[in-house]
């Protein structure tokens, strides 16, 4: 199967064009940072961000020091797509950026790895809230062997 198979998923090496543009503004209650995503002038979406380790995602998984959780606003994938790659060109650092949604909500999924996001496991969380995980991770994560037995200094 080749991309062209798949209309409509964005992949993470292909990045955004200097169509899109990703202006940083003020965050809603809960959350550390927000940007807001435009196409060609016109806005498409926005994204809100907060590190992993600060949120409710804390013990869900072994979470990076650099982890961040994304909660997109809007209805078009390419929002969240760009606002990703921006996020990870920002801080190069980051391992990952976790999307949760709802534990089988297969429309969220969808959403998800249209932008770019690949479904990782489903957790429960505190307050036995079930989510699905999604992660977009930069391309030297992904390179980086998932053995421990591998990994250097084991």
Same mark, same amino acid.
């Given at each position: 199967?080749?991309?062209?198979?798949?209309?409509?998923?964005? *992949?993470?090496?292909?990045?955004?064009?200097?169509?899109?543009?990703?202006?940083?503004?003020?965050?809603?209650?809960?959350?550390?940072?927000? *940007?807001?995503?435009?196409?060609?002038?016109?806005?498409?979406?926005?994204?809100?961000?907060?590190?992993?380790?600060?949120?409710?995602?804390?013990?869900?998984?072994?979470?990076?020091?650099?982890?961040?959780?994304?909660?997109?606003?809007?209805?078009?994938?390419?929002?969240?797509?760009?606002?990703?790659?921006?996020?990870l060109?920002?801080?190069?650092?980051?391992?990952?950026?976790?999307?949760?949604?709802?534990?089988?909500?297969?429309?969220?999924?969808?959403?998800?790895?249209?932008?770019?996001?690949r *479904? @990782?496991?489903d @957790?429960?969380?505190?307050?036995?809230?079930?989510?699905?995980?999604?992660?977009?991770?930069?391309?030297?994560?992904?390179?980086?062997?998932?053995?421990?037995?591998?990994?250097?200094?084991?």
């Amino acid at each position: 199967m080749t991309q062209q198979d798949l209309p409509g998923i964005f *992949y993470p090496e292909a990045a955004p064009g200097d169509e899109y543009s990703v202006a940083k503004g003020p965050a809603p209650e809960g959350w550390e940072t927000h *940007y807001t995503v435009s196409e060609n002038g016109t806005e498409i979406g926005s994204v809100s961000l907060r590190h992993t380790l600060t949120g409710r995602l804390f013990e869900a998984y072994p979470v990076g020091a650099r982890d961040l959780e994304v909660e997109p606003h809007g209805d078009d994938p390419k929002a969240l797509w760009a606002a990703t790659h921006a996020i990870l060109a920002q801080d190069p650092a980051c391992r990952r950026i976790v999307l949760a949604v709802p534990a089988g909500d297969i429309p969220a999924i969808d959403f998800g790895e249209r932008a770019g996001y690949r *479904y @990782v496991v489903d @957790v429960e969380i505190h307050g036995d809230i079930e989510l699905s995980l999604l992660a977009a991770e930069p391309a030297w994560v992904l390179k980086e062997p998932r053995a421990i037995e591998t990994r250097a200094g084991h």
